[in-house]
Each structure stands twice: as structure tokens, then as C-alpha cells.
């Protein structure tokens, strides 16, 4: 495939004409125009499927509750292009290895069950019971039952997520690596920690109640397009939003509604972000201690001069622990670390607290900006210690929210796809299911590779993604997967994992969330969690396309019945009536009474958050500040005398979903038909010597002696803080370290790499010629 490429900045608000045109296009292209439009009007609905796109809520209220990124995750899927054994006749494993992640994805849907043949390297047809029948005896050849691993991603239903940890805690263990681990883990973990519960507290309503928005290190108008609806609307009625990010990204800066006709047509695009910083990579704890700190300044000056102070004192005596430790830790930093660290400075630093001041009501958001760093669990909770000190929680219009990437990733950690389980829901399952869970914690995701790559594991089974491109240090990730005694995929579609096999291998093929599941007892609905913790019904309506394709949650079923036998339970019967297992699963987990009768309330239920109610299940049954030091340095030490010249975050562009590439371009940032780019400040580009276009090596500065290269990357002037670097995943995915990870998070370090960067060399040769 030959793609026209070229650099172009983009000039035009975010959504508006460009995001109505390239949803058009998309839907017109997959060749079945009628049947996608139908689908994306009933996405989102009531009744219909929920937009397998992101985790973002829906108030059901607009008629088409769609963007243009959505549309493409729903077209993606309803493809009539396929990959059977025929495909796979034609061309070899390795052969499709050297293919780019593009391609693969182009190939269309799966169809059949697949089995690895090592000997001729192809994959070969498989029926589901010789299918479900080698995993069983792989299992059962194990020595002990931590040698499997279940790795989940954040796609697939309560339903399939509940029965497949089922099947895996009665096997004995609680290896549940997840997507999760690599992305919101530290929000989960440091929320945790401070305020008792993982979770958001704000409700998708409180957008239109704040007086001041605050979103670090995320961007929406790609990932989260229907975020910007809430802050544009919040804008509309004078909240202020500042950004805290550091590209300049289109979508944070203005926004025209593809479904408000007259604002296209006319162009009145809406200004979203009132300020906009840009932080250094890693830069936000610090970002976020400077603001605290002009703000106790302000405090205690007033409380001196008798005046009533600005924190919220009976908030912070009824409710919260520890704040004296912490403002004694904002004092002990001091504003040249501050500023050196932030990239901020002060005086940009003061505005913002004045900002923080002035409002009533304040949400701070956050993503991938804020979670895949190595001190990222602080800077999840040093957002907490601000908002704690304003007693920001547990008011309309106001709160905490980590905004979730995949659909349904919040709900699938609900329903116990979680490595470190509690203890509580332990005892829930063993007691309605007459066993013994294990109890020792099991493998987050590189605790997993790193199990692996020991020999340790020796069945790998991934319940949807792409782990082989979306882990980190691609190399070891791939070889990881190879060591494995059998390695099974549940897809939907061709990926890298499926192309570096375990001794033995199936591709197991799925429908997917918008296609209609038929059970022997009719067709089926399943349910998601959003970010704000609503569940709700989604029930698909496309054909599928084959007979031999399974839901995720039969295919569960036939493993574990193949592997467990009936006896304990009846894995089949649960797969024909998907109301059978939310009944377990009111019986299991906490807020799911009658479940099946509450699935009929339209947009769903909430579950509820106790922090959003002052309540906190916390140690000290208070929200908990957390006093922790800024991080000395984001990386180790790197070898006597080697510094870092620059940091690398890796990103998404607009046509891609994780691992899978729709597209070659990233309109918003102005770049077409291509996707090995580096974007780097054009100071740093002149410094160097290098211009604009030059195609360079980049190559990950690290402790272990291991070469970590990407060649050919063109260079890209933009702007971002200088000393900071930015490409897309999963092209860099090589050079993030598996050891390079968050403390406690375990989260791979995707946004702070420390690179070097060199003229690759067919451009030397041609210079030297
Ligand atoms: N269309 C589409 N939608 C998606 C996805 C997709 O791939 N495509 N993926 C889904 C998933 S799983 C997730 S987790 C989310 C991801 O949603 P995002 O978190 O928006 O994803 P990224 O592209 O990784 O973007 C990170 C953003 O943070 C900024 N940033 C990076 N490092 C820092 C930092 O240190 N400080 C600050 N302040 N900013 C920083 C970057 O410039 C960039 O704007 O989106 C979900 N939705
Ligand atoms: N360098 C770098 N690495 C990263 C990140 C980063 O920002 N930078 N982000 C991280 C983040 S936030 C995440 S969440 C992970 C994502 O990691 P994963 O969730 O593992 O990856 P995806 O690309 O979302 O998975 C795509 C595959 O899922 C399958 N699939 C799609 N729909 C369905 C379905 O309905 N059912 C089933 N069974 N399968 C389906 C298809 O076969 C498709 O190829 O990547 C992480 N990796
Ligand atoms: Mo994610």
C-alpha cells in the first residue's frame, strides 16, 4: 500500500466540517452504508449497543450520540472482509509478520477457529471442540496453576469478564494481567489509597455544574471526542478550563459540534481551553505542588490577617487526614524545583492557582498524560491533595475523574478481573460456589512478561487486544509469548499477537459488541461500566458474519467446561441465558442486586461511589492526603556520566484505536499519510543541527546494555516544551524498558523514555555523497 504523505498544520477547529467529512467517509467506505448508518444511530441509545470507542457516558438525550472516532470503531468492525483458513493457506506466519500492524488489521473480521501448525508455519482450520480440547489438555499438563496467565482487555463485557475470572480462580490463580495494568492502574491505586475507592467520583452531569474544568495530560478531541461536548458546554456557560498538556492539541484548544448543523456551516467554533500550560513530560506533581503552594501562601496570609482562609477547614477536620504532613511537604519544596521540574513557571503557576481560587466547583480530569510515569500514583494523589484541601468532593459540579480508555475497562476490574482481589470478594465467590479461591495476589501484565520470558508460564490466553503490541520492549514482549507452551487469542481481528505464537496456538474468532448474540435460549444482551460508573445494556443488531464465529462469553464457557468439566458449574447453561450469570454476579459483587431488573432502567443504573458521599474506606475511614516528595529524577541512573538529552512520551494519533490502525493520519497535528514521525521543538532542531523532514534513529538511553533502536523517523517541528520528544505507539513500543515502570502502578513508563536521537543513516550517506 502506497500513502500519500505530506505535513500540514491543521488550521480548523477540532470536530466541525473535518470530523463530519472524515466520519462520512469512513462509513461510506466499509462498502455497507445503510447498515453502519443504522448502526451509529442506534449506538449509545437506549436501546442499541454502547460505542465500543471509549469509556466517555452518555445522557441519552441527543438524537445521534456518535463521533467521528466511535463511528470508525463501529464501521472497523462491520467489515465484510475476512480471514479464514484460506488466508492463512496463502500466506505464511512469518511472512505476515513482516507486514505493518496497518495491514493486518485491513485483512477483515475472523472467521473460523485456527490452529498453529509450527511445522509448516500456517495456521489450519480447527473445529471449537479439538479446539477448546487442546487448551484443556495444556492446562491440565501444568505443574501448578500460576503457570497460565489470562490477560484481559478493557473490551469485553461484565458477563464474559465475570465468567472467565471465575474459570481461572477455580483453576487456582489469580494471574489476571490486564490492559488496565498499562494505562489507568496508577489512577486506580493512588485513588485507592487517598479517597478508598478506584474510581471517579463525579457524575457525567456535574460537567454542566463546575465553575472551573482542570484536564491533565489527556486529549480528548482524538481519544474522548464526546468529552469535548461536556466542555464545550461548560465553556458555554463560563466554566473555565484550563489544560494542563504538553503538545498543543487542537482539540483542547477549539471545538465546533458536528451535530449542531448551523455551528459547522457558520464556523463558530467554541473556544475551549481558557488557559493552557504546557508542562515538561512527568512535569505535573510538580505543576500541581506550585499551585498548592501560592495557595497556602494566600491561606495563611489571610488567616494572619484574621480574614477567613481559603481551604476548606471543616472539610479538612471532619473528613481528611494527613494535611499537616502534606503542607509541611509543599514547604519543604521549593520554586526552583518546582519550576525546573514543572517547565512551568512561577508566575504561570500563580495564575493557575488564582484560577483554582476564584471557583466554586472544580473537576480535575486526567489520562494517559498523568498515568504512564514512574511517579504517577503521587501525581494521582497530589490532584487529590488539592481538591481535598478545597473539599472538592461530595458536591454537585465538582471532583475527581480519570477519564477510562477502553469501553468497558472500569467494568471489567468490577467484576473481578483484577490480579490483587480483595479479600471480601474472595470469600463472596467461594462461599456461593462451594471452593477455595487462591488468595495469594497474582501477575499484573510485566510481572507476567516477566514471568514468562523466565519459563515460568506455560499457557497464555488473551480474552481480546493485542498484547504483543501494546506491551512494552517489543522484542522481549514477542519473544514472551513464544516461550509459552500454547498461546490463545480471542479476536476479532488479525493482529502482531497472534504472529508470534507459543509452541502451539489458536486464534479463537469472536463477535464483537455490535453484532446480534444468538444462545440457545435466543439472542443475548450484555452490560458495560462507563467512567462514571453507570452500567447499562448493550445488545448488537449487525448479522454476524459467519455461523462459526462465538461470543466472547461462549467461548469462555467452552474452555472452562473443557477444562473444569459441569460439575461446580454448568459453564453451558450459563453461555445459553446470559441472565443466569448476572444473577452469580448479583450474588458476587457488591451493588449488583437484582441486576437483571435494573438492566431494564433506560441508560442503566449507578452503582455509587462512597467517596462521592464522604464516606471513605480508607485505614483511617478518612480521605487520606499523601505527602510524598517530588520524584529526584524520572529515570535511573544511566550509567556514569550519561544524561538524557531528551524525554519521548508515546501517543495515539487520530486513526488508530490502541494497536489498531485505521489510518495513516493525524489530522489535528497535521500530519498525512504517515506515521513514522517525531515531533520535536524547532529550537532543539536547530541546536542539533538537523531540519525539518531529515529522517532520524531514535535510541533509548537505559541500565541493562540492551540496544533499543527505532531507525527512519521524520522529524516534525511542533509545539511541545523543549528537551521533550513525542511518536506514535505502537512503532516506539520498542524502545520503552520492561523494567522501566511506575512505582506501584507497575504501569510501563510510556510517556517518559529517555532517548537520544541520531540522523539516520541513508541520510548520512546521501549527505557524505
Ligand atoms: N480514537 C481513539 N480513542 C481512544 C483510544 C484510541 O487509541 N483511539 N484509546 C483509548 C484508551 S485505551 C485510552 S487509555 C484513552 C487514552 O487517551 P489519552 O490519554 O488522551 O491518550 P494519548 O494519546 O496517550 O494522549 C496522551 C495526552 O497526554 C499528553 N501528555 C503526555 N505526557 C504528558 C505529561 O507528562 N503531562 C501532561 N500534562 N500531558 C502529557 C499528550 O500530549 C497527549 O495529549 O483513549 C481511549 N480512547
Ligand atoms: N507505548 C505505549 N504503549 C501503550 C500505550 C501507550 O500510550 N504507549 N497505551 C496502553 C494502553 S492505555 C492500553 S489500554 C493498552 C491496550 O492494549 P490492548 O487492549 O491489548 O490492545 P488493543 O489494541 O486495544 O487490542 C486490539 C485487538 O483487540 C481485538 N478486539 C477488538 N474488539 C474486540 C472484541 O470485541 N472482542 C475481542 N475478544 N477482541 C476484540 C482485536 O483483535 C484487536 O486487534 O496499550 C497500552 N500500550
Ligand atoms: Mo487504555
Redesign the pocket.
Known sequence: MKFKTKIQPYRAAAGGWGSLEATTRFVFDSKQALKNMRNLMRMNKAKGFDCP???WGDDNKSTFSFCE??A??VTWEATRRFVDASFFKKHSVSALYQQSDYFLEYQGRLTEPLRYNAETDHYEAVSWDEAFALIAKHIKAMDNPHQMELYTS?RASNEASWLYQLFGRMNGSNNFPD?SNM??EASGSGLKRSIGVGKGTIRLDDFDHADAIFV?????G????RMLHSLRHAADHGAKIVT????R?RG?ERFADPQKPLEVVTSKAGTISSTY????????MA?VRGMVKALAETHRARVTAGEKGLFDEAFLNAKTQGVDAYLAAVDNTDWAQIVQQSGLSEQQLREAAAIYQSADRVICTW???????KHSVDTVREIVNLQLLFGQLGKKGAGLCP????SN?QGNRTMGIDEKPSQAFLDALGSHFDFEPPRAAGHNTVEALEAMLRDEIHVFIALGGNLAAAAPDSPRTEEALQRCGLTVHVSTKLNRSHLVPGAESLILPTIGRTELDMQATGSQFITVEDSFSMVHASEGIGKPLATTQRSETAIVAGIANAVLGSEKVDWIALAADYNLIREHIAATIPGFQDFNAKCEQPGGFYLGNAAAELRFNTPSQKAEFSAAALPVSLFPDLGEGVTAPFTL????S?D???T?IYGLDDRYRGVYGQREVLFINPEDLAEMGMMEGQNVDIETLWNDGITRRVSNFKLVPYN?PRGNL?AY?PETNPLVPLSSYGDVSFTPT???VPVKISLSAAVVTQRIA
Open positions: 470507542g471509549c469509556a472516532n466511535g470508525k470503531a478493557g490492559c494505562c489507568h491533565f495530560g489527556q486529549n480528548p482524538t481519544n474522548h471526542p494542563f498538556n504538553t503538545l492539541e483542547l500550560y504546557q508542562p515538561n513530560l512527568g512535569g505535573d505543576a489520562a494517559m498524560g498523568i498515568t504512564q510515569h477519564v477510562r480508555g477502553h475497562v512520551q508515546t501517543l495515539r487520530h488508530q484505536y490502541n489498531t511541545i513525542a505507539y510510556s510517556k517518559s
